[in-house]
């Protein structure tokens, strides 16, 4: 399968633990992207890699959440401290770099996450 | 007001109908526009993007209407593999793909 690879797909902890998330985008993808979706809802921006660099953070990434791309390949998310609020299913797509950003984004199946 | 608006739905139609859905953008410097389809707790799915023109794929039909900041999605024959929700997308930009979603209308389509 050479689509976009999360895990874990589900993840279930306790308030004011710390979680981290993995994405392994399509191999030739240089263009990376996180996003949230809560029931009912399209899923949110959060932030953008182009490579290693981060080009783009959404106000919804609050300073608990941080993401990385150290080698411009898999990318992690991590929450700190999380809260209730921080239950979504947390979405990672990947896309090619083209001139009039037309290329379409391909989005992995998603990590869920639950905060008890 | 939210930057990208749809009809929640759900709209319930039986095979073989022709079923139409609409959705509002307010960003008039938007770039780019798609139709995205994603099932039941799964990940969302190109459908097609959206041209000025109007563009056709099969059974589906998408309409954009820059000047009334518009864009429409029509499926025609549905089936029952149709059923999911049709989310509208559009490109924001700002020198990347800055995707805003709109919430999803969901499609049921029954025997």
């Known amino acids: 399968d050479t689509g976009v690879s999360q895990n874990p797909r589900h993840k279930i902890t306790k308030r004011g633990q710390n979680v981290t998330f993995r994405c392994d985008p399509i191999?030739?993808?240089?263009?990376l992207y996180w996003y949230r979706q809560t029931l009912g809802q399209g899923p949110e921006f959060l932030t953008y890699f182009q490579n290693e660099a981060q080009l783009e953070k959404s106000r919804l990434l609050s300073d608990r959440f941080s993401a990385e791309r150290p080698k411009g390949s898999f990318s992690t998310l991590e929450i700190q401290r999380t809260e209730q609020g921080d239950s979504a299913m947390y979405l990672c797509?990947?896309?090619?770099?083209?001139?009039?950003?037309?290329?379409?984004?391909?989005f992995g199946d998603g990590t869920r996450l639950s905060i008890l | 007001r939210k930057e990208v608006e749809q009809d929640p739905g759900p709209f319930n139609v039986p095979e073989g109908a022709t079923v139409a859905f609409n959705c509002t953008y307010s960003n008039s410097a938007s770039q780019s526009f798609f139709w995205y389809r994603q099932d039941c707790r799964k990940e969302p799915k190109l459908l097609m993007s959206v041209y000025s023109s109007g563009n056709e794929d099969g059974r589906f039909t998408a309409q954009l209407n820059r000047a009334s900041q518009y864009i429409s999605l029509l499926i025609r024959d549905s089936k029952l593999s149709d059923s999911a929700t049709y989310l509208c997308?559009?490109?924001?930009?700002?020198?990347?793909?800055?995707?805003?979603f709109g919430t999803g209308t969901r499609l049921l389509v029954s025997p």
């Open positions: 797509a990947s896309s090619h770099r083209d001139a009039r950003n037309n290329q379409p984004q391909h």
């Open positions: 997308v559009v490109n924001t930009g700002g020198g990347f793909q800055k995707l805003v």
């Open positions: 191999s030739e993808h240089n263009r």
